[in-house]
Each structure stands twice: as C-alpha cells, then as structure tokens.
C-alpha cells in the first residue's frame, strides 16, 4: 500500500523512523565514547589528588605519575576504622579500592555514616603526605575537592576545589589559585590538639588565625559550604589521626 507523502500519517511515520535512527545513533555512540570518558574522569582525578601535593602534570601523564607519588589507598568507615588498604595498581572493577569510590555520589545519596572515606597516602622528596577528599553543596550545587595533609596530620600542605555550578567570578572562585593558595599552613586542631577545622571567614581572616582563610566576595552560601564540607568530613578522620601520629 503506498503512502500518501503529503498526509500526516507518512508525516508520522518518517518523523518516528528518525528519531528511532537518531535515538540508537546517539546510544551507540554514548557507549563508545563511555570508556574515553572515563578514562578522562580518572586522569583528571589524579591530577587533582597530585596538585594538593604540589606535583603539577598533563591528564595524558597523570597515572605514571600517580603511581610515583601515592603508595597507598585507604578506605575508613564513619568511625575512622580501616575497611581497606591498597598498594598495588589500580583494578577498575574493584569496589574497595579508595580511588574507585565516587564520593560525589554517596554524599548525595547515602548518610552520612553509610559513606565510604577514601585517604591516600603519598611520599615527595622523602616526606610523607595524607590527602583526603571533601564533598559537599555550594550556592547552586555540589563542590568537591582534595587538602593534603603534611605528616604532623594537622597541617594543611595543599589544597584543589571545584564546583559544578557554581556563580562566575563569586562561588566559581574557589577553582582558582588565590582561592586555593590561603590553605597551605593553616590546621585543623589547635594547640591543645582540639579539633577546630578551618573555618572561610566573611569579612577576612586574622593574620595570624592558623584555622581560617578569606571567604569569597559575594560568595557567602559557597564559602560557608567549603567551611562545612571540610570540617564535617575532617572530624571523620579525627580518630585515625590520632592512632597514626
């Protein structure tokens, strides 16, 4: 039976044909382009975990790199005890292994004592460091990143934060390097060995206040977020600070 070209049904049915073709098109595509992405996501994760250390490299270099510096990976629970310990090379396929653990994703869906809390412990020119990632919510949605701690476990060598959507030139200013660059020095107990965190202060932070670094301008709502995601994940670790030092 042939079509009527110029009646809606052929219309109907062309404009279902292709959106069918274009539909099975972008799906094979998705799950071609998937392991590129990946790949992408973890050379970038890598990068981030090794800029807190101050070891700067290309996506492409990242692996090697990572598996000069980072000799372990560590899991604790929400009571600081170790579920997993990893030296070897990464097996993407195993769940217990701190890197493959997506902490954006559990802290968006799971509680907090439900949650994995990855560590990863590198070496540099004979000194050992403790990087450990924070997640938590901005002005717009979520914010991560990475601070490394020196081996005292209490002060802050570097730190790597980015957003997702975060307002251009007010909360997006915690990607950037004056942002980033108050961190190295400050701790997060005091001298008594209380647990203070380190607070983004509005309005500036004391010179000599060794916990807390400027906030934002025009940034409040993601610069209190930095403040809570780091004091709330820190206080986490708190138990295996104080068993390794």
Not at 95 to 118: Q, V
Not at 147 to 157: F, G, H, I, K, M
Not at 222 to 235: A, D
Request: with cysteine; charged share 25%; proline share 3%.
């Amino acid at each position: 039976m042939a079509f009527d070209k110029d009646g809606n049904g052929f219309t109907f049915v062309f404009a279902t044909v292709m959106v069918v073709i274009v539909a099975t098109l972008l799906a094979l595509a998705s799950i071609n382009l998937r392991p590129y992405q990946q790949k992408n996501v973890s050379e970038e994760k890598m990068q981030n975990i090794l800029k807190t250390i101050n070891v700067e490299c290309s996506r492409e270099a990242a692996p090697a790199r990572f598996n000069e510096f980072v000799k372990k990976r560590v899991v604790l629970d929400y009571g600081s005890k170790v579920l997993s310990e990893k030296e070897a090379a990464i097996d993407k396929m195993d769940k217990s292994d701190a890197f493959n653990i997506n902490t954006k994703k559990e802290y968006k869906t799971l509680d907090e004592n439900e949650r994995s809390y990855p560590l990863y412990i590198c070496e540099k020119d004979g000194n050992t460091y403790y990087v450990i990632p924070v997640v938590g919510s901005g002005l717009w949605g979520p914010i991560w990143g990475y601070l490394a701690l020196e081996s005292d476990l209490n002060t802050v060598y570097g730190a790597s934060f980015d957003h997702d959507k975060e307002t251009p030139g007010l909360g997006a200013e915690i990607n950037t390097a004056d942002f980033q660059s108050q961190f190295p020095g400050e701790k997060i107990f005091d001298e008594n060995g209380n647990f203070v965190s380190i607070k983004v202060t509005k309005g500036g932070a004391r010179p000599d206040d060794l916990h807390g670094v400027d906030a934002i301008t025009g940034g409040t709502i993601t610069s209190n977020g930095v403040t809570e995601m780091i004091g709330r994940t820190f206080k986490v670790y708190e138990t295996y600070f104080n068993t390794v030092k």
